[in-house]
């Protein structure tokens, strides 16, 4: 079945980095748009970084510009999320997104369970 | 700040219905099409509605959705006790340049 599951969140200091992954099976990968969606405890939902299906195009949320950078491995079936620069504000479940082929406007389709970051000293 | 407004919460009683609205502008919702998303809470959201009126396979008709403008709204008949979750809007931002969503509503089915 269609599924999406992440991986490498944990605890990280300020300052330090980390890299979530996002594998992705039953599905023509390489076919679709892939997201990342945050949620900060008890707030809404912020899409942090989009990517296109070839890796080419890349869109990212002002508050991790020049920090956080999306790519893909199509061979591999997997986006990855690496970030920087962390501070308390990145602290949140990260969600892998698959977008849907139906539309000119982006929209999730399928959606991983999450992996928790939290940046703290 | 969300870049879509939508109302904190809404309630009614179980078989009544209920509407959720999303209003933006013209740089979203004016000029893109509008998703809507279920979250439970403790789980990941779920597709509702995408193009602002098209239910994916799955999604019974109790669920839907409309656009007018530069604001939109979810509906769903015969509440039921499992619909008690957290909703949300989505659209592309074409001046950001980002994909926004609402600030969420807490439905609560009574």
């Known amino acids: 079945q269609v599924q999406l599951v992440e991986s490498g969140g944990g605890v990280v200091q300020p300052g330090r980095s980390l890299r979530l992954s996002c594998a992705a099976s039953?599905?023509?990968?390489?076919?679709?748009?892939m997201d990342w969606v945050r949620q900060a405890p008890g707030k809404g939902l912020e899409c942090v970084a989009l990517?296109?299906?070839?890796?080419?195009?890349?869109y990212y949320a002002n508050s991790v510009k020049g920090r956080f950078t999306i790519s893909r491995d199509n061979s591999k079936n997997t986006v990855y999320l690496q970030m920087d620069s962390l501070t308390a504000e990145d602290t949140a479940v990260y969600y892998c997104?698959?977008?849907?082929?139906?539309?000119?406007?982006?929209?999730?389709?399928?959606w991983g369970e999450g992996t928790t970051v939290t940046v703290s000293s | 700040q969300s870049v879509l407004t939508q109302p904190p919460s809404v309630s009614a009683a179980p078989g009544q219905k209920v509407t959720i609205s999303c209003s933006g502008t013209?740089?979203?919702?004016?000029?893109?099409?509008i998703s809507w998303y279920q979250q439970v809470p403790g789980t990941a959201p779920k597709l509702l509605i995408y193009?602002?009126?098209k239910r994916p396979s799955g999604i019974p008709d109790r669920f839907s959705g409309s656009k007018s403008g530069t604001s939109a709204t979810l509906g769903i008949t015969g509440l039921q006790t499992g619909d008690e979750a957290d909703y949300y809007c989505g659209t592309w931002d074409s001046s950001l340049s980002e994909g926004v969503f609402g600030g969420g509503t807490k439905l609560t089915v009574l």
């Open positions: 039953g599905f023509t990968f390489s076919s679709h748009a």
């Open positions: 193009d602002n009126d």
């Open positions: 997104a698959r977008q849907g082929l139906s539309s000119l406007t982006p929209y999730m389709d399928v």
């Open positions: 013209s740089s979203n919702i004016g000029n893109n099409y």
């Open positions: 990517l296109s299906y070839d890796g080419k195009d890349k």
